[in-house]
Structure formats: structure tokens, C-alpha cells
């Protein structure tokens, strides 16, 4: 398995830019997490969903961001106008859930490392 | 709200010492805890994932155990190399289908 894929690795920006993560969670998988990792405030969680439906959006930090998952394949992270204290990096992960009878490990992705300046 | 607190932040040892890492959560009710590793710039790795039914688990040189009742895991590595140097970090998941609650990690260094 290719595990959690996250493009790009890098994204850098220009204040007021629109930015789009992408991720793509394992084949299977029907729970996906985006966190957010900076020094200052750790590992933060920003959304996530079950079956393609969002459960909770609370650690979202402002109506900037905003993230959907169209399909079982595929979500994206989108901050729209970026401001520099957006940097971070950013991970998305999944895991089985819900009907799963599986242990339910936690897989990451690579991340992106997000710069705004 | 959970919160979860890994003591200490840092730790510096020498080269084959036997070492623990705490992680600390204030409600028990959890589904599992996990055990991570991250690398200076790189993603979180999975190490050890203890169902909260469980007292322990075991991968070669760690052996993670969970006290749910009391709030309380430990990773345990022995014999610990200059490899194992990087940051741990623990997580408590509330629920199968539900979010996991990350500590701050402790960043290890094994030195030669």
C-alpha cells in the first residue's frame, strides 16, 4: 500500500494567495484527519470526517479555512486569502472507523509544509 | 475535554541505557492509545497501538503499557541507540470512529 499521500510537500505563498492541500488516504480507509503542527502550538486538529461527511470542524481556526472530501479517495484543505500566521505544516491521516472491526491505527501522511509570507 | 501531557519534554542519554517516556491523559474513557515517532522535518510513523482493553504491546525493543484507570502509558526502550533519537509522541483516540488527542512529544536524543 502507497499509504497517506499529501501533495505538495512544499507550498510556498504570497499573503492573500489561495492554497489547496491535497490528500489522498488509504485505499479502505473510511476516516481522514487533517492536523495542523507548528512549534509554538504542537499537533492541532483541524477537521474530520467519516464516510466523506464532516464530523467535527471545530478546531478549524477561522471561516479562511475550509476542507472537503468529495470521495472516499479524496480531500482537500483550502485557506482562502493565506496570511503568514497560516505556516505550518499540515498532515492528513486516516484510519478504519465506524463498522471497522479493525485496532484503528492512525496512518500519516508526509505532510506540506506551508509557508506565507 | 481531553488533554494529554508527555513528561519530559526532552531527555538526553547515552548510548544503551534502558529508558521511559510517559504520556499522561485526564479522561479515561478512551478507545486506544498510540505511540508515534516523527524525525526533524518528516511525518509521524507508527510505533505501538494499545486497544484500551490491553495492558501492554510489544515491538522488538519497545514495550508500550497503559494503565487506563489512572490515566497513565509508558514507552519503554531498551538498550536505546544513536537511531532512536527523534521526537515521541503519544495519542488517545475517544472512540473507533473518532478524533485522537495528541501530547506535546518528548524529544529524545541517545548520544554515541
Known amino acids: 500500500d502507497a499509504g497517506v499521500i499529501q501533495s505538495p510537500r512544499h507550498e510556498v505563498t504570497e499573503m492573500g494567495q489561495e492554497v489547496t492541500l491535497r490528500c489522498k488516504p488509504i485505499s479502505g480507509h473510511n476516516s481522514l484527519f487533517w492536523y495542523r503542527q507548528t512549534m509554538m502550538r504542537g499537533l492541532e486538529l483541524l477537521i474530520y470526517?467519516?464516510?466523506?461527511?464532516?464530523?467535527?470542524d471545530s478546531g478549524m481556526p477561522e471561516d479562511r479555512f475550509s476542507a472537503k472530501m468529495p470521495n472516499a479517495s479524496f480531500s482537500t484543505l483550502k485557506i482562502q486569502p493565506s496570511e503568514p500566521r497560516d505556516s505550518a505544516v499540515y498532515f492528513c491521516?486516516?484510519?478504519?472507523?465506524?463498522?471497522?472491526?479493525?485496532?484503528?491505527?492512525?496512518?500519516f501522511g508526509n505532510g506540506t509544509r506551508l509557508t506565507v509570507t | 475535554k481531553q488533554e494529554v501531557t508527555q513528561i519530559p519534554a526532552a531527555l538526553s542519554v547515552p548510548e544503551g541505557e534502558n529508558l521511559v517516556l510517559n504520556c499522561s491523559f485526564t479522561d479515561s474513557a478512551i478507545y486506544n492509545l498510540q505511540w508515534f515517532r516523527q524525525d526533524p522535518g518528516k511525518g509521524l510513523t507508527s510505533l505501538l497501538l494499545i486497544q484500551s482493553s490491553q495492558r501492554e504491546q510489544t515491538s522488538g525493543r519497545l514495550n508500550a503499557s497503559l494503565d487506563k484507570s489512572s490515566g497513565r502509558s509508558t514507552l519503554y526502550i531498551a538498550a536505546s541507540q544513536p537511531g532512536d533519537s527523534a521526537t515521541y509522541l503519544c495519542a488517545v483516540k475517544e472512540t473507533n470512529a473518532g478524533k485522537s488527542t495528541f501530547g506535546d512529544g518528548t524529544t529524545l536524543t541517545v548520544k554515541p
Open positions: 470526517f467519516n464516510n466523506n461527511v464532516p464530523i467535527d
Open positions: 491521516a486516516s484510519s478504519f472507523g465506524l463498522r471497522s472491526v479493525h485496532n484503528s491505527p492512525l496512518h
